[in-house]
């Protein structure tokens, strides 16, 4: 049988660069404003997947979901309606599944930074199926933008609508790039493929965990698990909190409503659910000084953070669930800092997120709401409700889960500990 040739280390490098490109292309190409172009009569707007490139300043803040709203609540728009509607459907779906491959991405990434380093990294079939599911879900991602918005390269698109009623959607250079960086991930999978199998494997030493040490009364097999399992819950109340439709309430006689994270329903008397974006813009284009200009602009900055700052917090979790796993089965997995370093980042980015929220969008737990109700008052008050609280109760669980795993890691030992020892007596 044929010895396979033995690559150096160093090759690994290339991977990593490669995938590292693929997720900066992916942070450019969901920022772009240069998707798609909607051609009516002899103008065109151009739009990307979030916002508007060419919009008036009045419309800066506006997504795909307001302009689809407005359009079809407008008279004569039925081309519109149906243009922005696919454009945003379209737009969703995509950034959906490409955060979904983003994700892969970044474990990959960090299996790679492993591979390079010798350290324990998982099971080959996992590696593969991380690489798969990073292509895939960027390729659904890309036939589905394509699907839905019905958009095309025709010739067409590059000259005026002959209809004067009609839309032609055009795609711009942004569904050029994702499909460009289908082949370039395509290109790094092939390369992983490559460097290891031509990996030096006495170059790994593994060991496995001993976990038979007592830990203020429990074996650290079951501190671990606990870790798990408040690590699962916290994550759990994030995603509760995302889809919780009783964020702010607002109570004044001329006009009550209930707000969720991202939308409030009932704030326009034209439309029953509206993003904060949306009614910021619409209020602001009426007048910068309203009150209700300043409210929805802060409420949308604080959704804004708390979304990001929490979509974080959930990407670290995946990485450090898996560390977790590893660490339950007995592996002496990755790198001993990284595993602290999420198991505290989790709780750091809860607080910014809470904080953040409560300090732009002013809201805080209050009966200020159903006194202002009660007594018919005109001065209105917003109050926190369901959805902050989740958010509170998020922050304690994960300091302790980070408590927990900390005390517990710290007294960690592996077989090669174990075996130096011996040695040594």
């Known amino acids: 049988m044929e010895e396979k040739s033995i690559w150096p280390r160093w090759t ?28 009516y009569g002899e103008n065109t707007i151009e739009l990307g997947l979030i916002k508007c490139k060419d919009c008036p300043e009045a419309y800066e803040s506006w997504g795909m979901e307001c302009f689809a709203k407005f359009a079809c609540q407008a008279e004569n728009s039925i081309g519109f309606c149906k243009s922005f509607d696919d454009i945003y459907k379209a737009s969703s779906g995509f950034i959906s599944l490409e955060i979904l491959s983003g994700v892969m991405g970044m474990i990959l990434l960090e299996k790679l930074i492993m591979l390079l380093a010798g350290k324990y990294f998982g099971s080959e079939a996992y590696l593969t199926m991380i690489g798969a599911l990073m292509l895939f879900f960027h390729t659904l991602g ?8 019905e958009a095309s390269y025709d010739i067409r698109c590059s000259e005026v609508s002959e209809n004067p009623l009609g ?41 496995d965990l001993t976990q038979h040490r007592i830990i203020f009364g429990l074996k650290e097999f079951y501190w671990y698990l606990i870790v798990l399992f408040i690590m699962i819950a916290n994550a759990v109340l994030i995603l509760f909190s995302f889809l919780n439709d009783k964020w702010t309430i607002r109570a004044a006689v ?21 993003p904060w974006g949306c009614l910021a813009s619409y209020e602001c284009l009426i007048d910068k000084d309203l009150g209700t200009c300043k409210m929805y602009s802060s409420l949308y900055a604080a959704s804004n953070a708390y979304i990001i700052f929490q979509s974080l917090a959930l990407a670290v979790s995946f990485l450090f669930g898996y560390s977790l796993l590893m660490i339950i089965f007995g592996k002496n997995y990755g790198f001993p800092y990284a595993n602290y370093a999420y198991a505290a980042i989790i709780p750091i980015l809860n607080v910014i997120a809470t904080i953040s929220w409560f300090g732009e969008s002013g809201a805080w737990f209050s009966n200020e709401c159903d006194k202002a109700a009660a007594s018919f008052s005109t001065t209105p008050e917003i109050c926190s409700a369901t959805g902050p609280l989740l958010a509170l109760i998020s922050i304690p669980s994960s300091i302790a889960m980070m408590i927990i795993f900390i005390l517990t890691y710290k007294k960690r030992a592996s077989s090669l500990d174990s075996f130096s020892m011996r040695e040594l007596t």
């Open 167 to 207: 839309t032609s959607v055009c795609a711009r250079s942004g569904p050029k790039l994702a499909i460009f960086e289908s082949f370039f991930i395509l290109l790094a999978l092939f390369s992983i493929y490559l460097t290891y199998y031509h990996r030096d494997d006495d170059l790994y030493q593994y060991s």
């Open 12 to 39: 690994f490098w290339i991977p990593i660069g490669l995938i590292m490109t693929c997720l900066i292309l992916f942070i450019i190409n969901i920022s772009s404003t240069n998707w798609v172009g909607l051609a």
């Open 142 to 149: 890309v036939s589905l933008w394509f699907y839905l918005s």
């Open 254 to 274: 001329n006009k009550s409503w209930i707000g969720s994270i991202t939308h409030c329903n009932k704030c326009n008397d034209n439309f029953n659910d509206l």
